[in-house]
């Protein structure tokens, strides 16, 4: 924490993303794929993957290199929480207000769902990092128009 209150170029982030299998069947195949949009760096070997205890299985965690993620199968009504850091780049523009992430689980027999971040309404909606105000704004001198 540099102290700043939004993100900035050179900050590491914590991701975490919740994958729920809400059906009524266990997850045949489970994978999870993470594309990184411009100026975010993904920290290798910063991945945990959790699994929630089962009637099955003790609860686990997993420290894993990089993606895509393959968790076999995943149970019914069960969680897979998974962390994992990402650095924005130090050379980000001034003028780039925002990054995105976006992660798609897959399994056989259920179609491909996108993660979406918890405060957007649909579900389709990547996860939308906010950088710190832009310091080219305070930069500019912006002059009122006159009329004649």
């Given at each position: 924490n540099?102290?700043?209150?939004?993100?900035?170029?050179?900050?590491?982030?914590?991701?975490?993303?919740?994958?729920?299998?809400?059906?009524?069947?266990?997850?045949?195949n489970?994978?999870?794929?993470?594309?990184?949009?411009?100026?975010?760096d993904?920290?290798?070997?910063?991945?945990?993957?959790?699994?929630e205890a089962?009637?099955?299985?003790?609860?686990?965690?997993?420290?894993?290199?990089?993606?895509p993620?393959?968790?076999?199968?995943?149970?019914?009504n069960?969680?897979v929480?998974?962390?994992?850091?990402?650095?924005?780049q130090p050379?980000?523009?001034?003028?780039?207000?925002?990054l995105?992430?976006?992660?798609?689980?897959?399994?056989?027999?259920?179609?491909?769902?996108?993660?979406?971040?918890?405060?957007?309404d649909?579900?389709?909606?990547?996860t939308?990092?906010?950088l710190?105000?832009?310091?080219?704004?305070?930069?500019?001198?912006?002059?009122?128009?006159?009329?004649?």
């Amino acid at each position: 924490n540099d102290g700043e209150t939004l993100p900035a170029p050179g900050d590491f982030l914590l991701i975490r993303t919740i994958i729920q299998n809400t059906g009524g069947q266990n997850a045949q195949n489970a994978s999870f794929y993470q594309t990184f949009g411009n100026y975010l760096d993904f920290v290798e070997g910063s991945i945990v993957v959790e699994r929630e205890a089962d009637t099955h299985a003790a609860a686990s965690q997993t420290k894993v290199g990089q993606f895509p993620l393959f968790f076999g199968e995943i149970a019914a009504n069960s969680t897979v929480t998974l962390t994992f850091q990402v650095q924005i780049q130090p050379d980000t523009p001034s003028d780039v207000a925002s990054l995105s992430l976006q992660g798609r689980v897959e399994a056989d027999n259920a179609l491909p769902v996108l993660t979406r971040s918890s405060s957007q309404d649909a579900a389709s909606r990547p996860t939308v990092i906010l950088l710190e105000p832009l310091s080219a704004l305070s930069e500019k001198l912006y002059l009122p128009l006159l009329r004649k």
